[in-house]
């Protein structure tokens, strides 16, 4: 289960690499809200896991709301995005299977991997939707990420993730500016 | 305080520390360095830039401010990090020139940072995970705060409150401090590594900064440039883990908010114009931005020496030889802030004030940042 969840976040992650378009946007933000969400279920941690899915889903409804909807996913020339995503899977895994040790190597796995690309999307995005929905991503890892501090965190990462999820992509883009 | 206050109050945060995990208290470093702020901001919009818009200048002001405050309060530095991503998406809204992804780029990337060596940090595993811990939370510093080898991108025409100045200059100074003290708690056993690369970063940020001030070709640049070296003795100054150096982080962190960034602020008006002037208040302005006695950036230089000194004395030679390099900038700078008239006169002539009043006395300000 915390396998599946894991991978979850990380395929959500690469949508979000990998999608131009609103609805791949909107399905990657899903995914790894899902995958974080399920990996705090797992550790017994049910509302923190719904407050994550609960923001997303604005996230979500504000993608599909508003702009074309279209998935645009892997457009042509986006070889080195694929590339990008893969590798930092591997990578991710790696260090969390095999440089770390202990219980939660699904949450280091989805941490790491989410975390870097996301980085890796804001960094070589000049949209602003798709660098907002990279930054509710990145909120949504940090959430989730709470998860390995040694008391767990508590509530209020999960909720200040949700809430930066949630109104992230109520901000007004450079397109939504210039119309 | 009345009764029923003086009860709820304990009883909210004992509820937001239950339910929440929020423990609502702030170090006394952090006070020092957020009433700075505040008392920066005070003091640029009472004595308000030509053609700024007060009204505006408090707006982003006080959101700065009560961003700052949620980093300092934060129970954890995980929110921390997503306190200082909700601040890089507010300020993605303020219009500016730049478009937003350019905007988000560097503060992203140093949210990610930041994540990744907290997930580190916190992973079971061999030793050098530790100093992975390191290498993420430095380089997430530098980043958030836009130093080397993260400059953020920068438009000398862009509005303050949308540009890099607003991160390296305002907001700055509290994440870092936030960022600091917490990864010595959180990665004790990397501490010698950390304090290391904060020292190398240092360095190269004052050689870098400061050289670039002085021969960069836009005015406003050069101001940029010169926050930049400034960050170099931050940084060196917490990277020297002894009381003194301490003390000089938080005087040169005094020094960027209540000296060069409101002097910045004045000057950008005769940077456009591009006027120079060689009056006694353009050589009073260039001596306290090198750190000239009496100014409060020389006490800051003679405890960083000292706690330089203490813990490596070749340390101390390299960066007394890199203050020399405050000079040549520190005079063009000076030059660029034309002459104040009226309300700006009076700012500049209460920043030199406050500045010398610091050099000379430093200890109340010591004192309150438990020092």
């Given at each position: ?179 | ?91 993605a809204v303020v219009a500016g020139r730049r478009s937003l992804a350019a905007r988000l780029r560097a503060p992203a990337l140093a949210v990610a940072l930041l994540g990744a060596g ?254």
């Amino acid at each position: 289960m915390t396998a599946a969840a894991g991978f979850a976040a990380w395929a959500g992650a690469a949508v979000i690499v990998l999608a131009d378009g609103r609805r791949g946007l909107a399905a990657g933000v899903g995914l790894v809200a899902v995958g974080f969400a399920a990996l705090a279920w797992t550790a017994g941690l049910w509302l923190e896991g719904a407050i994550l899915l609960v923001g997303a889903a604005v996230s979500v409804f504000q993608l599909l709301r508003a702009g074309p909807k279209e998935w645009g996913l892997m457009p042509p020339g986006s070889t080195p995005r694929l590339i990008l995503a893969v590798v930092g899977g591997i990578l991710s895994l790696w260090v969390a299977a095999s440089v770390t040790t202990g219980p939660g190597a699904a949450l280091r796995f989805a941490s790491l991997a989410v975390l870097g690309l996301m980085a890796g999307r804001i960094l070589q995005s000049e949209g602003g939707v798709a660098v907002l929905s990279a930054a509710a991503g990145l909120a949504l890892a940090l959430a989730g990420a709470s998860g390995l501090a040694p008391n767990g965190g508590g509530l209020a990462p999960y909720l200040v993730g949700a809430i930066i999820a949630a109104g992230a992509l109520l901000l007004p883009t450079a397109e939504s500016r210039a119309a | 305080m009345q009764p029923e206050l003086a009860v709820a109050l304990p009883a909210t945060g004992a509820l937001l520390t239950i339910r929440l995990g929020l423990g609502l208290s702030i170090s006394p470093m952090s006070l020092a360095v957020l009433l700075a702020a505040a008392a920066s901001l005070a003091l640029v919009v009472t004595f308000p830039p030509q053609r700024a818009n007060r009204a505006v200048l408090s707006t982003w002001g006080l959101a700065g401010i009560a961003g700052m405050a949620a980093i300092a309060m934060a129970p954890s530095l995980d929110l921390v990090i997503l306190v200082t991503l909700a601040l890089a998406l507010l300020q993605a809204v303020v219009a500016g020139r730049r478009s937003l992804a350019a905007r988000l780029r560097a503060p992203a990337l140093a949210v990610a940072l930041l994540g990744a060596g907290l997930v580190f940090a916190r992973s079971e595993g061999a030793p050098i995970l530790a100093t992975f811990a390191a290498v993420g939370l430095v380089a997430g510093l530098a980043a958030a705060v836009g130093l080397l080898p993260y400059i953020h991108e920068f438009d000398p025409d862009e509005v303050t409150a949308a540009s890099p100045i607003a991160w390296i200059a305002f907001i700055g100074p509290i994440l870092g401090l936030e960022i600091v003290i917490r990864a010595r708690d959180l990665i004790p056993s990397a501490a010698a590594a950390f304090g290391a690369m904060l020292v190398g970063l240092g360095l190269l940020n004052i050689l870098w900064g400061s050289l670039a001030s002085w021969f960069s070709e836009k005015g406003a640049s050069a101001w940029h440039f010169s926050f930049m070296a400034d960050w170099g003795l931050v940084l060196c100054a917490f990277g020297v883990q002894v009381a003194d150096g301490q003390a000089a982080a938080l005087l040169v962190m005094y020094g960027i908010l209540l000296s060069r960034l409101p002097l910045y602020l004045w000057s950008r008006q005769s940077v456009r114009e591009k006027v120079q002037t060689d009056r006694p208040i353009n050589l009073l302005g260039a001596a306290m931005l090198a750190g000239s006695a009496p100014f409060a950036g020389f006490a800051a230089r003679v405890l960083l020496l000292r706690g330089a000194t203490q813990l490596y004395w070749p340390l101390a030679l390299v960066i007394a030889i890199g203050l020399l390099l405050w000079l040549p900038p520190s005079l063009r700078l000076g030059r660029s802030l034309g002459l104040p008239k009226g309300r700006q006169a009076v700012g500049a002539g209460i920043a030199l004030a406050l500045s010398v009043a610091i050099g000379l006395y430093p200890q109340p300000i010591l004192s309150l940042a438990g020092l």
